[in-house]
T-cell receptor
Framework: GAGVSQSPRYKVAKRGQDVALRCDPI?????LFWYQQALGQGPEFLTY????????KSGLPSDRFFAERPEGSVSTLKIQRTQQEDSAVYLC???????????FGDGTRLSIL | DAKTTQPNSMESNEEEPVHLPCNHS???????IHWYRQLPSQGPEYVIH???SNVNNRMASLAIAEDRKSSTLILHRATLRDAAVYYC????????????FGTGTRLTIIP
C-alpha cells in the first residue's frame, strides 16, 4: 500500500553497537516525525522534520540519537553506542501539511541485549 | 503544550455506543483536538479531529464542550475491532504539531 513504511520491523543489537532505523513516509508528505514508545506507555516525541529541515529535536534523549532526512523524503534515525534503556518501539509518522492528521508506520521494535 | 486527562480503562458491550472522555482544561483558543487509537503491535491510527464544532466521520463522532475544556469521542456501535488504546491529543496551531500521547484509555469490548 501507500502508507508509511518502516524497516526493519525488528532489530536486536548488543549494547554498544550502532543501529539505523529507516522510515519511508507517504509520498509528498512534508512533515515527518519520530516517536519512541516504551512498553505499556504512549509514544513520546523525538524529532520533527519539515521537508529536509529538522525543526525540532528537543525530544532526542541524548547526543547518541541522530536523525536525518537529506532529500526531504526518506528519514533515518541513528542510535550510537546503544544502551539497554534504548529498547523500545520507534515509530515514524508523516503528514501532508501542518495540522493535518499524522499517518504512522507500524514501528521498529528495538531490543538491546 | 496543553495537558490531557483520560480514564485509564473502559469497557463496553459489543454493538453498543461508547463515549470516551478527555479533559483538556488548559487548551488555548487555536489548539486542535486530535484523537488517535492504537491496536496491539500497530502504530497509532488517526480517528478524528476538531477545533470548536462537533465533527463526524465514518469512524466516530467528536463532541466538543462549549468551553472547549473537554471532549468526548463517540463510537456509535462498538465492534470487537474497536478494542484499542485511545489517545486524546491537543495540537497547537503554531509550532511543530507534535503529538503528546499520555497514557490513553484502554477500551475493552465485551462480546
Amino acid at each position: 500500500g501507500a502508507g508509511v513504511s518502516q524497516s526493519p520491523r525488528y532489530k536486536v543489537a548488543k549494547r554498544g553497537q550502532d543501529v539505523a532505523l529507516r522510515c519511508d513516509p507517504i509520498s509528498g508528505h512534508v512533515s515527518l516525525f519520530w516517536y519512541q514508545q516504551a512498553l505499556g506507555q504512549g509514544p513520546e516525541f523525538l524529532t520533527y522534520f519539515q521537508n529536509e529541515a529538522q525543526l525540532d529535536k528537543s525530544g532526542l534523549p541524548s547526543d547518541r540519537f541522530f536523525a536525518e532526512r537529506p532529500e526531504g523524503s526518506v528519514s533515518t534515525l541513528k542510535i550510537q553506542r546503544t544502551q539497554q534503556e534504548d529498547s523500545a518501539v520507534y515509530l515514524c509518522a508523516s503528514s501532508l501539511i501542518q495540522n493535518q492528521p499524522q499517518h504512522f508506520g507500524d514501528g521498529t521494535r528495538l531490543s538491546i541485549l | 503544550d496543553a495537558k490531557t486527562t483520560q480514564p485509564n480503562s473502559m469497557e463496553s458491550n459489543e454493538e453498543e455506543p461508547v463515549h470516551l472522555p478527555c479533559n483538556h482544561s488548559t487548551i488555548s483558543g487555536t489548539d486542535y483536538i486530535h484523537w488517535y487509537r492504537q491496536l496491539p503491535s500497530q502504530g497509532p491510527e488517526y480517528v478524528i479531529h476538531g477545533l470548536t464544532s462537533n465533527v463526524n466521520n465514518r469512524m466516530a463522532s467528536l463532541a466538543i464542550a462549549e468551553d472547549r475544556k473537554s471532549s468526548t469521542l463517540i463510537l456509535h456501535r462498538a465492534t470487537l475491532r474497536d478494542a484499542a488504546v485511545y489517545y486524546c491529543n491537543i495540537i497547537s496551531n503554531f509550532g511543530n504539531e507534535k503529538l503528546t500521547f499520555g497514557t490513553g484509555t484502554r477500551l475493552t469490548i465485551i462480546p
